[in-house]
């Protein structure tokens, strides 16, 4: 429990904000001592503003901010700009100074940055700062405003992750899915490495807490071993270097927790099995003209004294990543068997590895730092602004396709002319026009790839030289919109149909107009509303041109209502049943017949009563989550979904959009004490073949932990046996017990939960 003690609390924060100058002056991002007096008013104003305000955890507010500063100092490289916006970032919200006192004393931008973040916070609910889809667009129109909104918001979110636990569990969970849905994509896509992974950790300790102890607790364990593996590996290298007489830096270090668990859930695969489980840095201080060359020298500097995986380098110097990664990497084979990471990059590389676009502005001339800075992320502010211009999906489609956006890997093609256009992975040819200028894409015809006549449809790879073949009698067809992957492509093909439609739109609603007539019938929003469930047309103007060109005839429109005077109905959307998906590659479990399926959802049915909720959703049906199948002692949380309770496992995958997107749906659920009940659970296995293995299964599972099977499928196939085991399990504590006595069976390559 906090205890306050101000005169305490006091010599505190001056230490605080005696870090963050020292910070400042260290890092070369103030040079005067205007510089930090500027920042010295901006503290002063942001600490008696805050005076009487705490946080959760009981300590002063004024914490927060500078703490918020130091992250932006510390792992972005801000300047005085990013700095006082730091300080002052919740002045506004929180107190009564407003925007014109910021003005007047700090400047434009300062206010407009921080009125960027007051926005932002504005959408958020208070009580769950959860952000909701259809106010997704606001923050990212706060956002594309200026790159130091972004900056700082992360800054923000970074603290407020490290301070979580001061919050109840239901608000770390809101608030680590949230973090997951939508920060960490937007920190991996501006390149802010040490940001991502840190969010990465905590946003895996709150919502999967048992996976993250177990794998830091396994780190922790095999940190002697490794530091004095890595000692003795780079002793070598640095050996090599030195008589080389570079000037550089050696480091090891360790993936991150969260990595190492995607990777064994991925490849299903042990914590041993990870052989990259580190990675040796390599950084050479070498002027900028000469980077390029200097990796690849000591590159074969590194191949010379140790064997590389051919399958494991990457030349990311070359051809950048799209947020200005630059390093090469590869993998070799050290003399006691094991692979080793390598990655070699100049001192200018590394910070900007770290620090992403932020960054770049260290390496730029003739601007101020915080001219440059801005100026180095408008390339993706752009890309954003586009995004909204182009937008035509609903909320949350849209806050789905901008997140995957971020993710998507790019390509590097050519123009006859040698430009460069980078587009993401997966574009056309129609993409590629389009991304040149609008009227090439409308008049498109194919292109040359290579040399190559292609057509519109062909997916373009990365090198390729693309010249576009175009014609004035080409006109668009629809199926364009899917061909096309870029944004910008499908809203100038849809804005082209539109304007055509609309010069039909008059003759269409005539003929409609006269068909209904003839059947007693005339237009209205009903009516058009049937006919465009039973045509399965999107929308009016597209009924009316159909009708217009004669895809639609007069006899479509009246079976729509003569045969049983009303639409047809759109099918029913059928739902799989549990572990269908899990379970389709297994052929003879795939093959279930409908009574095992039903045997199956009615023994989940038994189990409902279990699980707790809050009084005023008592009378709501439970329903257990296909996709994650929580048992007993997993963490539960519950979604409503019309009149139901649907009860997801708190790391479910799917969880995290829920948390994110829809927190008002959010409910309260636990496990009731003391219940003894069974709950069907999926293993999946995959061992060597041998003798009497099917045996040693049951014998364990029978006899040893006295579980009831309900079926266990095997497959075989040189001589590796793959399999699904079903059986009742009370709770995730007899449910790992037996993971962990199958997994000490003789030749058991993995066994885990699915």
């Avoid at 002045?91 to 300062?110: A, M, Y």
Wanted: proline content about 3%; charged content about 30%.
């Amino acid at each position: 429990m906090y205890v306050i003690d101000k005169e305490k609390e006091e010599i505190e924060i001056q230490a605080k904000y005696d870090e963050l100058i020292q910070l400042c002056w260290s890092k070369n991002l103030i040079s005067t001592k205007k510089d930090e007096n500027t920042i010295y008013r901006a503290f002063i104003i942001s600490k008696n503003a805050h005076s009487s305000m705490r946080r959760k955890s009981g300590e002063p507010y004024i914490f927060h901010p500078l703490s918020v500063a130091i992250i932006a100092v510390q792992e972005i490289g801000l300047g005085v700009t990013g700095v006082v916006c730091a300080l002052l970032h919740d002045v506004v919200e929180d107190t009564d100074t407003s925007l014109s006192d910021l003005k007047s004393i700090f400047g434009d931008r300062v206010a407009r940055i921080i009125d960027g973040l007051t926005k932002i916070d504005n959408i958020f609910d208070t009580q769950t700062n959860s952000i909701q889809a259809e106010n997704f667009k606001k923050i990212l129109l706060a956002m594309a405003d200026d790159v130091y909104v972004i900056f700082l918001k992360l800054c923000d979110r970074l603290h407020n992750m490290r301070t979580l636990d001061s919050m109840p569990s239901a608000k770390q969970l809101v608030i680590s899915s949230e973090t997951q849905y939508l920060y960490i994509p937007i920190a991996h896509r501006l390149g802010l490495y040490s940001i991502k992974t840190e969010l990465e950790e905590l946003v895996m300790k709150y919502t999967n807490p048992q996976a993250y102890n177990h794998i830091k607790e396994l780190v922790e364990a095999t940190q002697g071993d490794r530091q004095t593996f890595i000692d003795d590996f780079c002793s070598s290298i640095r050996e090599l270097l030195d008589k080389r007489g570079y000037k550089y830096v050696l480091s090891g270090r360790v993936k991150s927790i969260y990595s190492i668990w995607r990777k064994m859930e991925k490849k299903r695969i042990d914590f041993e099995e990870i052989y990259d489980i580190f990675a040796i840095r390599i950084i050479i201080d070498t002027p900028q003209e000469e980077e390029k060359e200097e990796c690849f020298k000591i590159y074969s500097l590194i191949t010379s004294l140790f064997h590389p995986n051919p399958e494991r380098f990457r030349d990311w110097i070359t051809v950048p990543k799209a947020n200005g990664y630059e390093s090469i990497h590869t993998t070799v084979m050290t003399p006691s068997g094991r692979w080793v990471e390598v990655q070699i990059r100049s001192k200018r590389m590394d910070i900007i590895a770290e620090k992403g676009m932020a960054a770049h502005f260290l390496y730029k001339e003739g601007l101020s730092k915080d001219d440059v800075q801005t100026n180095v992320a408008d390339n993706w502010l752009a890309q954003i602004r586009e995004i909204l211009e182009h937008n035509e999906k609903n909320a949350l489609d849209f806050v789905d396709y901008f997140k995957q956006s971020l993710y998507t890997k790019e390509i590097y093609l050519f123009t006859p002319k040698g430009k460069m256009i980078t587009l993401p992975a997966g574009s056309t040819v129609i993409d590629f026009a389009f991304a040149i200028h609008t009227q090439l894409g409308l008049s498109c015809m194919g292109a040359k790839v290579n040399s190559r006549v292609v057509s519109n449809k062909y997916e373009l790879k990365s090198g390729e030289q693309v010249q576009i073949l175009s014609s004035r009698k080409m006109v668009p067809e629809e199926d364009w919109i899917d061909i096309a992957k870029t944004q910008r492509a499908k809203a100038e093909i849809k804005k082209y149909f539109r304007v055509q439609k609309r010069k039909y739109q008059f003759e269409g609603k005539n003929k409609l107009a006269e068909i209904l007539a003839d059947i007693n019938m005339e237009i209205t929003p009903s009516i058009l509303g049937q006919l465009r469930v039973a045509l399965n047309i999107s929308t009016d103007l597209d009924l009316y041109f159909q009708l217009a060109k004669d895809k639609i005839k007069r006899d479509d429109i009246n079976k729509c209502f003569i045969k049983e005077n009303k639409p047809k109905k759109a099918p029913w959307l059928i739902l799989a049943a549990p572990f269908k998906q899990l379970l389709k590659p297994l052929s003879a479990v795939a093959n279930k017949t409908s009574n095992e399926e039903n045997t199956l959802k009615d023994k989940y049915q038994n189990n409902i009563s279990n699980i707790l909720l809050d009084e005023k959703y008592e009378h709501h049906d439970i329903v257990i989550a296909d996709c994650c199948n929580p048992i007993q002692g997993d963490d539960v949380v519950g979604f409503i979904e019309d009149d139901k309770i649907v009860v997801h496992r708190t790391n479910c995958p799917k969880v995290i959009d829920l948390l994110a997107t829809h927190k008002n749906k959010v409910v309260k659920a636990k496990w009731r004490k003391g219940e003894d009940v069974s709950f069907l659970t999926a293993i999946q296995m995959v061992a060597i073949d041998r003798k009497g293995l099917l045996q040693d299964l049951t014998r364990i599972i029978s006899q040893e932990m006295d579980l009831n099977i309900r079926g266990i499928t095997l497959e075989t196939s040189q001589g590796i046996g793959q399999g699904i085991i079903m059986v009742y399990v009370n709770d995730t504590e007899s449910l790992n017990g037996l993971i962990e006595k199958l997994s000490a069976l003789e030749g058991m390559e993995s066994v885990t939960r699915v």
